[in-house]
């Protein structure tokens, strides 16, 4: 591949520097998402959303789903970790609208409410719910009522 007429190397840049995000709604959509493997050796789909309102236009934020995880030890931590996951791939299915999609790809350009928060420790954006484009206002008012939100709680051994 030629490589004639990108930029100059630069000492200043930084590989995969990505700013978090504040907490907040956003319309975003997904742009790629495919399968990875952790450290570990279990699979994950990896899915990389773009904000596409607001001043934040354009910022990316990446959401793992550990739907293959496995702890060998801890068959209990394998289930809640998958279980999370699972619930978190169903509400991108209803957010989507593709209730019975045969690969990740086919979420690809489809834009859904998300809500970002950012991790105890405050080093990473993670997506809290999705909810089809339009329930803004609907989420904002269950909230106000103090009511819960489905999302993606966390017990405390993945913060």
């Keep these: 591949m030629n490589l004639q007429g990108?930029?100059?190397?630069?000492?200043?840049?930084?590989?995969?520097?990505?700013?978090?995000l504040p907490v907040g709604d956003y319309v975003a959509m997904i742009t790629n998402s495919e399968i990875k493997q952790s450290k570990s050796g279990a699979n994950y789909l990896s899915i990389k959303w773009e904000v596409l309102q607001g001043a934040l236009?354009?910022?990316?934020?990446?959401?793992?789903?550990?739907l293959w995880y496995s702890d060998p030890g801890d068959p209990q931590k394998t289930q809640t970790v998958i279980n999370i996951?699972?619930?978190?791939?169903?509400?991108i299915k209803g957010a989507t609208g593709i209730l019975n999609p045969q690969d990740?790809?086919?979420?690809?350009?489809?834009?859904c409410l998300i809500k970002v928060g950012i991790t105890k420790d405050g080093q990473f954006n993670n997506i809290k719910s999705h909810s089809p484009v339009g329930q803004e206002n609907?989420?904002?008012q269950?909230?106000?009522q103090g009511q819960h939100v489905q999302g993606n709680d966390k017990p405390a051994f993945m913060s």
């Design 6 to 20: 990108t930029s100059q190397y630069d000492p200043n840049m930084q590989e995969n520097e990505f700013e978090l």
């Design 57 to 66: 236009k354009g910022k990316i934020i990446l959401e793992n789903l550990n």
């Design 85 to 91: 996951s699972q619930r978190a791939l169903n509400a």
């Design 104 to 111: 990740s790809a086919e979420f690809h350009g489809k834009a």
């Design 138 to 140: 609907q989420q904002n």
């Design 142 to 144: 269950q909230e106000q």
